[in-house]
């Protein structure tokens, strides 16, 4: 298979260069969008498409027959349709973690400007005033509460920083055991609106999803105590904006916000957002989370290696839409020797057999002349056919069948 990388978002030349280095064409061009994407696509034949922001619709997927990897050069892939990846069989993995650091860090740095109203202070010292009197009042951090809503990696480090303010830390996630709360020194909670409820700053760090749309609503907003702080470095869909733009005008609350409903697709536009505009304390950066000189590296080291270890082993890692659990209803494995035909004539009994494959393993013993084969079925064989299969004269050593 020839490996061509279609680069479609900004990305580092080095990064480009060591691409090329695998042996991959490369075809890098940051400013494909839409029907554009879709062409190229289609013209560059490619194996392996990378993107940051881009969308990846369902009709780039129909009209690239030989992709078969999709990288998102980021955490999140809401901008991805995954659903039409695997319905052609094309995997889409992404870089977990590596910006963590950099949207924490951006993460307090909203928090600290919030807290001493940075912007304020620096707008008025450019326009010629002196103003310590109204500034001077900061509530400060030590012993105050974070609540975190999202306790994935980015929420780990905002954690490990907040401790390091003499701050409290209270979180909620999904998968965030009592006892694994313990390991982090963090208090769980039963839900967002429960951390909303002990917290005096609010932070989100959830992914983009169905059961995560606007789950910071006027509900949980309600629940935070008059002038507190909420933050969003994470994703625009998870918070209701114009909830949080009444409880500025009404509540008092502090705002510091990466993300904007309506962001521009383009690096440079004109831009209007309500909640911008809301009558009250609203700081906001330019969905600038994971864009530090070091997460990027990192990101890229780590699409190079998803693309090195997609061409050279065929398993890649960090891909977000296989099966999570495996369907099959036992295992099937087969000692055999290491010659043509093998496993073709054993999948061919489970064909007749009406038994499908649900995963495959094959691996080689050293000195290259057995192997041991473990097929994962949807069905358990019978008798007979383990006995066919036992049977395959000069191929086969051993069959059992293990329940899965």
């Given at each position: 298979?020839?490996?061509?990388?279609?680069?479609?978002?900004?990305?580092?030349?080095?990064?480009?260069?060591?691409?090329?280095?695998?042996?991959?064409?490369?075809t890098h061009d940051p400013g494909l969008r839409g029907d554009a994407l879709r062409d190229a696509v289609t013209r560059t034949e490619c194996t392996v498409l990378v993107v940051r922001s881009t969308q990846v619709t369902a009709d780039i997927f129909a009209a690239a027959p030989k992709?078969?990897?999709?990288?998102?050069?980021?955490?999140?892939?809401?901008?991805?349709d995954v659903d039409a990846a695997s319905k052609r069989g094309v995997l889409v993995a992404n870089c977990p973690g590596k910006n963590a650091?950099?949207?924490a860090e951006l993460t307090f740095a909203l928090i600290l400007a919030l807290d001493r109203r940075i912007v304020e202070n620096v707008n008025d010292l450019r326009t010629g005033k002196w103003n310590k009197k109204e500034y001077a009042t900061a509530p400060g951090l030590k012993d105050r509460t974070i609540g975190l809503v999202g306790f994935g990696r980015i929420g780990q480090e905002v954690?490990?920083?907040?401790?390091?303010?003499?701050?409290?830390?209270?979180?909620?996630?999904?998968?965030?055991?009592?006892s694994k709360a313990e390991a982090l020194q963090v208090e769980p909670c039963d839900?967002?609106?429960?951390?909303?409820?002990?917290?005096?700053?609010?932070?989100?760090?959830?992914?983009?999803?169905?059961?995560?749309?606007?789950?910071?609503?006027?509900?949980?907003?309600?629940?935070?105590?008059?002038?507190?702080?909420?933050?969003?470095?994470a994703r625009q869909d998870v918070m209701d904006y114009d909830a949080l733009a009444a409880a500025v005008n009404e509540r008092g609350l502090r705002v510091g916000l990466d993300v904007f409903p309506g962001e521009p697709s383009t690096g440079?536009?004109?831009?209007?957002?309500?909640?911008?505009?809301?009558?009250?304390?609203?700081?906001?950066?330019?969905?600038?989370?994971?864009?530090?000189?070091?997460?990027?590296?990192?990101?890229?080291?780590?699409?190079?290696?998803?693309?090195?270890?997609?061409?050279?082993?065929?398993?890649?890692?960090?891909?977000?839409?296989?099966?999570?659990?495996?369907?099959a209803?036992?295992?099937?494995?087969?000692?055999?020797?290491?010659?043509?035909?093998?496993?073709?004539?054993?999948l061919?009994?489970?064909?007749?057999?009406?038994?499908?494959?649900?995963?495959?393993?094959?691996?080689?013993?050293?000195?290259?002349?057995?192997?041991?084969?473990?097929?994962?079925?949807?069905?358990?064989p019978d008798d007979a056919l383990v006995r066919e299969i036992a049977d395959m004269e000069d191929l086969v050593i051993r069959v059992d069948v293990k329940p899965t």
């Open positions: 298979m020839t490996l061509s990388v279609l680069i479609a978002d900004g990305f580092e030349d080095w990064g480009v260069e060591q691409i090329g280095d695998l042996g991959a064409e490369v992709l078969g990897l999709v990288v998102r050069a980021g955490a999140g892939y809401n901008t991805i650091v950099a949207v954690a490990r920083r907040a401790r390091a303010f003499d701050m409290n830390v209270v979180a909620w996630s999904r998968s965030l055991t009592p839900g967002p609106a429960d951390v909303a409820a002990r917290c005096d700053i609010l932070s989100v760090h959830l992914a983009a999803a169905p059961e995560t749309n606007r789950i910071i609503n006027a509900d949980v907003l309600g629940r935070l105590p008059k002038g507190a702080y909420v933050i969003n470095t440079r536009a004109e831009f209007d957002c309500a909640i911008a505009r809301a009558n009250g304390i609203v700081y906001g950066t330019h969905h600038i989370g994971a864009s530090t000189k070091q997460a990027q590296t990192a990101i890229a080291n780590e699409t190079i290696r998803i693309i090195q270890s997609f061409a050279e082993t065929g398993k890649t890692p960090n891909v977000v839409n296989l099966e999570s659990q495996c369907p209803k036992c295992q099937l494995v087969v000692r055999h020797f290491d010659k043509v035909g093998v496993l073709a004539g054993i061919d009994k489970l064909r007749r057999a009406k038994i499908n494959v649900e995963e495959m393993d094959n691996t080689i013993f050293k000195g290259r002349t057995t192997a041991v084969a473990t097929i994962r079925l949807s069905a358990v």
